[in-house]
Structures are given as structure tokens and as C-alpha cells.
């Protein structure tokens, strides 16, 4: 069975700082790969996707940039982190198009 | 644009039924919908695809009204499990590949004892 992993869960930076979320998928090949962003009671907002190793497509311009650098890994980064950058970041993968999408267990990012 | 959810939230005695609509402006090709516990991931509940189907998952059924670019989210005899926030994520066009969505505002619900 197909399992996703996303980490750290909590992570505590300064603004200023360096960013690097990891997220893998296990158990299929070529998924297609999600970021997405929750701010606190809100919805969720796509950042990118990607369809193929080295292929992202970013939904909103922002301080962030992702990567695809094997077939089922999908790191978000960033160089500098704004305080804009606090949010709850949901990875998620799915198959084609009709699919589910399913959802890692989510990192808690605070800016200080 | 956001898909755009009602009522945002909810209040139910365990038993009671409930309702909650998705709305786009823009043309739907699928209506996924989801459950997010809070603190928690979303969980995947069901899809529809355009054509007017109806699906259920046990006391949980949507239809999806491709004409008026709306789908709605049924609870039946609910139960504490269904408290959480409900989203529909809306794919419009034939997105091939991506299966991209747009998720909609969120529908809070909670049931009470």
C-alpha cells in the first residue's frame, strides 16, 4: 500500500532563516506531487505541484520554491523565511486525474 | 477562484442531519470532498464526476449538479466522529495529468451529544 511521509512535524525558525521540508511517497511511481499551505482556520491554498521529476508548477507567486529531484520526493525551501511564511504545509500525492488526493501528517511552521 | 462553501459552520445533536453546498463560478469537471480533524491532515471522503452523479459513503452521500456548477455534501444520523472541517476541492476543465484542485472556504462542523 501506498504510505506518504512529511517532516519534521513542528518546526520553530527566525525570520531570516533557511527553509527545507521533505516529503516521500512510497509503494507507487511517477505520482503527482502537492504543496500546500493552511494558515491558522483557514483553507487550503495550493503553492505547487509537480507531474514528473524536475517538473514543478508554481500556483502563487511567493518567497518559496520547491524541487523534485526523484521520482517520489518533493521538497519545499526557502532561502529567507517572512513572517508570512507561519502556516501549517500539507504535502500530498495522488494518481492522474479522478484520483484522491492524499495528505502527509503536515509540518507546523513558526516564524519567531 | 475559491469555490465558495455554506453554511461556514454548523452545530448538530448527535442524530440530526445536515447539508453543506459548494459553489464555483467556474465550470466543474470533478467535486472531491474531504474531512480535517483539527490538528490533523485531510481525509480523502469521496469524489464525483460531472453528469449528475450521486455517491454515498456509508451515512455520508453528495451529488454533484454540473449545470449550476454546485455540489452538496449530505450527513445523515451524524455522529461525534463527523465533527471536523469539511472542504470540497473543485478540478475545472479536464485537467489530464494534474488532477489539480481548488479547495473550497470550509464548512465547520460540530456535533454536539
Known amino acids: 500500500s501506498q504510505t506518504i511521509h512529511q517532516w519534521p512535524a513542528t518546526l520553530v525558525q527566525p525570520v531570516g532563516s533557511p527553509l527545507s521540508l521533505e516529503c516521500t511517497v512510497e509503494?507507487?511511481?511517477?505520482?503527482?506531487l502537492y504543496w500546500y499551505r493552511q494558515a491558522a482556520g483557514r483553507g487550503l491554498q495550493l503553492l505547487f505541484y509537480s507531474v514528473g521529476i524536475g517538473q514543478i508548477s508554481s500556483e502563487v507567486p511567493q518567497n518559496l520554491s520547491a524541487s523534485r529531484p526523484q521520482d517520489r520526493q518533493f521538497i519545499l525551501s526557502s532561502k529567507k523565511l517572512l513572517l508570512s511564511d507561519s502556516g501549517f504545509y500539507l504535502c500530498?500525492?495522488?494518481?492522474?486525474?479522478?484520483?484522491?488526493?492524499?495528505f502527509g501528517d503536515g509540518t507546523r511552521l513558526s516564524i519567531l | 477562484q475559491q469555490p465558495v462553501q455554506s453554511p461556514q459552520a454548523v452545530i448538530l445533536r448527535e442524530g440530526e442531519d445536515a447539508v453543506i453546498n459548494c459553489s464555483s463560478s467556474k465550470a466543474l469537471y470533478s467535486v472531491h470532498w474531504y474531512r480535517q480533524k483539527h490538528g490533523e491532515a485531510p481525509v480523502f471522503l469521496m469524489i464525483?464526476?460531472?453528469?449528475?452523479e450521486q455517491k454515498g459513503h456509508e451515512k455520508i452521500s453528495a451529488s454533484f449538479n454540473e449545470k449550476k456548477q454546485q455540489s452538496s455534501l449530505y450527513l445523515t444520523a451524524s455522529q461525534l466522529s463527523y465533527s471536523g472541517t469539511y472542504f470540497c476541492?473543485?478540478?475545472?476543465?479536464?485537467?489530464?495529468?494534474?488532477?489539480?484542485?481548488?479547495f473550497g472556504t470550509g464548512t465547520l462542523l460540530a456535533v454536539q451529544p
Open positions: 500530498a500525492w495522488s494518481m492522474y486525474s479522478n484520483q484522491p488526493q492524499h
Open positions: 476541492g473543485t478540478e475545472t476543465g479536464y485537467g489530464g495529468a494534474t488532477n489539480k484542485l481548488i
Open positions: 509503494g507507487t511511481s511517477n505520482p503527482n
Open positions: 464525483l464526476l460531472k453528469g449528475g
